[in-house]
């Protein structure tokens, strides 16, 4: 994973995850998105109130994280 974090840092602005091994991705630097989430679509935003083990990782072009505001990603047929 500390790799992966290297070869995607400078191409990608953030590192996201779905998990349910939490403990693991912390250690590595990883933080658990507290807040609520949501994936975006022509329609809107579609809520996704029971999705849980989302991790982030901050990269160096990461701008201020609020881990507790919505976070989104786009809808392509399956959210998260």
Known sequence: ???????????????????????????????LWRGPLAGRSEQGLIPTPEQKGIMVLRLSQTPALHLDSLLTIEYEGRIW
């Open 1 to 31: 994973m500390r790799c992966l974090a290297d070869r995607i840092d400078g191409e990608y602005v953030i590192g996201c995850l779905e998990t349910e091994r939490v403990g693991f991705y912390e250690r590595l630097g990883w933080q």
